[in-house]
C-alpha cells in the first residue's frame, strides 16, 4: 500500500516464505504497470511489467496481479532469499509514451533469516 | 543489459551555484528522464527527453532546466541551487515505444549547503 509521512510500510518475512507487496494506482486509465526494485545506495531495478490487458503475468521467482476493477497491484515473490531485501516500488504510466511514470512510495521487505 | 551511467554518486555544492548533474546511456534509447527522489515523497519527475533537442516538463520543473545535446547525454541543470533542492537525482531512459520500462542509474545523491 501507500505509504504517509516520512517511514515506508515495512513487510517482514521470514527466509524461504512466500511475500506479497501491495500497491493501490490512482488513474484508471492507466494501462501499463511496473515494479521496482530498490537496494540500498542504487537505483531502482527493473523487476516485472504488466499491461492492462492482463491480470497476471509471472517472471522468475515473481508474480504481479492487477486486479483493474479495484486499481490494485501486487508483487509476489516466491521463496524469499536474502537478497531479496529492498525497497519495492510499484508505478502506473498513463497511455505509454514518453511521460514519466508515477510512483508509489514504496514498501520496504526486510528478510528475516 | 542497459547502462545508465551518472557521472557523480556524491555532490556538496553551495546555495547561488549552478550545478550540473550528467547522465549517459548507452542504449540508444531516445527518451531520457530526470526524477528526484526525497523520503516520503516518493520520485517525482522532473523533466524528460524524447529526442535530440526536445524536452518537456514534469511534475516539478521549477528551479530545474535540462540540456539534450546528444541522444545517449541528458543533462540537469540547477540554475541557483538552494537548499530544498538537496536531494538523490535519479536518471533513466527507456525506448521510445509505448508501454516500456524506464531503466535508471544509481542516483546521484547532491547536497546544497
Known amino acids: 500500500g501507500e505509504s504517509v509521512g516520512l517511514h515506508l510500510p515495512t513487510l517482514s518475512v521470514q527466509e524461504g516464505d512466500n511475500s506479497i507487496i501491495n500497491c493501490a494506482y490512482s488513474?484508471?486509465?492507466?494501462?501499463?504497470f511496473i515494479w521496482y526494485k530498490q537496494e540500498s545506495g542504487k537505483g531502482p531495478q527493473f523487476i516485472i511489467d504488466?499491461?492492462?490487458?492482463?491480470d497476471k503475468r509471472q517472471g522468475q521467482r515473481v508474480t504481479v496481479l492487477l486486479n483493474k476493477t479495484v486499481k490494485h497491484l501486487s508483487l509476489q515473490i516466491a521463496a524469499t532469499q536474502p537478497g531479496d531485501s529492498a525497497v519495492y516500488f510499484c508505478?502506473?504510466?498513463?497511455?505509454?509514451?514518453?511521460?514519466?511514470?508515477?510512483f508509489g512510495k514504496g514498501t520496504h521487505l526486510i528478510i528475516q533469516p | 543489459d542497459v547502462k545508465v551511467t551518472q557521472s557523480s554518486r556524491y555532490l556538496v555544492k553551495r546555495t547561488g551555484e549552478k550545478v550540473f548533474l550528467e547522465c549517459v546511456q548507452d542504449?540508444?534509447?531516445?527518451?531520457m528522464f530526470w526524477y528526484r527522489q526525497d523520503p516520503g515523497l516518493g520520485l517525482r519527475l522532473i523533466y524528460f527527453?524524447?529526442?535530440?533537442?526536445?524536452?518537456e516538463k514534469g511534475d516539478i520543473p521549477e528551479g530545474y532546466s535540462v540540456s539534450r545535446e546528444k541522444k545517449e547525454r541528458f543533462s540537469l541543470i540547477l540554475e541557483s541551487a538552494s537548499t530544498n533542492q538537496t536531494s538523490m537525482y535519479l536518471c533513466?531512459?527507456?525506448?521510445?515505444?509505448?508501454?516500456?520500462?524506464?531503466?535508471f542509474g544509481d542516483g546521484t545523491r547532491l547536497s546544497i549547503l
Open positions: 533513466a531512459s527507456s525506448r521510445p515505444a509505448q508501454r516500456q520500462p524506464q531503466h
Open positions: 488513474n484508471s486509465a492507466s494501462d501499463y
Open positions: 504488466i499491461r492492462s490487458n492482463m
Open positions: 508505478a502506473e504510466n498513463l497511455g505509454g509514451g514518453a511521460d514519466g511514470l508515477t
Open positions: 542504449m540508444d534509447h531516445e527518451n
Open positions: 527527453s524524447y529526442d535530440v533537442k526536445m524536452k
